[in-house]
């Protein structure tokens, strides 16, 4: 079995109204390679006629963001022309590559009538030879992400990108980049075989979970070892994970802002690029 390395907790950082914890990066980890950052927003009930979220236009460049809708909704629109609305249970995979400009705010719906909101933020980096991609996006419904019962159904797991249970995930991503969230009931368990050399990526959404003899809690990121392949994991009650895994880069990072990339050079390309308007120019 793989083993632990240290649980860290996610901090509290709110962003206006909105509840938010910072699970990656906190003063005990920076990152974890390739993932590089991992924001929980929620859970929180908004009024009716609220101001929604707060993420309006704004740039980045080198790194691909994937938002995990939980409760709510997120409307989204980017210079590159992609426009969207994703409810509870869906996700957005986003490719800044090169450049680009979006927007991620609460739909008109929502900012009337209020209701529940919780959403995953993660970032997850590109190697050197994709910083510069051409930008794309993918928004899915939860309907168009296959979820797969197991363990007589105490687990059910949606396939977002990669192979798991052998389904193949909705998105096919630039990188192997394997992405599921799990919801657990009571006393579900499962196991998984992941390769050694690969980076696990463990954050307990809601509830506890057993984990290889060890027990996390929600808004704890688990840091793995590189020594085994064997994951097994039970849920003492009911409980919602986020699971990826991916091979590390292994390459240098240098982040400031919305950019991320290689050298400090390519940092403040990526800041005279948006200021010249590669980035393309936001239309309301």
Do not use: C
């Not at 994970?241 to 091979?247: D, F």
């Amino acid at each position: 079995m793989r083993t632990i390395k240290a649980q860290h907790r996610a901090q509290s950082a709110p962003i206006a109204d909105l509840v938010t914890y910072r699970a990656l990066p906190t003063s005990s980890v920076e990152h974890l390679d390739p993932f590089l950052f991992l924001n929980h927003h929620g859970p929180q009930v908004y009024q009716p006629h609220n101001q929604g979220l707060p993420f309006g236009p704004h740039p980045h460049r080198g790194f691909e963001t994937v938002t995990f809708i939980l409760a709510g909704d997120i409307m989204h629109q980017d210079t590159g022309g992609h426009q969207s609305i994703i409810g509870p249970g869906g996700i957005q995979w986003m490719t800044a590559g090169r450049g680009l400009i979006h927007a991620e705010v609460s739909s008109p719906e929502f900012k009337r009538t209020g209701g529940p909101l919780e959403i995953l933020q993660l970032w997850v980096n590109l190697p050197a030879k994709d910083k510069l991609v051409e930008p794309r996006y993918i928004g899915l419904q939860e309907s168009e992400i296959p979820a797969v019962a197991l363990d007589e159904a105490r687990v059910v797991l949606h396939a977002v990108s990669g192979s798991w249970a052998g389904t193949a995930g909705a998105v096919t991503p630039l990188t192997d980049i394997q992405l599921a969230t799990l919801n657990f009931r009571a006393g579900g368990k499962l196991s998984l075989t992941i390769p050694a050399e690969r980076t696990l990526f463990f954050y307990t959404v809601l509830g506890r979970l057993r984990v290889n003899g060890q027990d996390t809690e929600a808004r704890r990121l688990v840091e793995f070892n590189y020594d085994g392949d064997e994951l097994h994991l039970e849920a003492p009650e009911d409980a919602v994970l986020l699971l990826g895994h991916a091979r590390p880069f292994r390459e240098p990072i240098v982040s400031y802002g919305p950019f991320v990339m290689n050298t400090e050079q390519e940092i403040r390309q990526a800041y005279q690029d948006y200021q010249a308007g590669t980035f393309g120019r936001w239309k309301e």
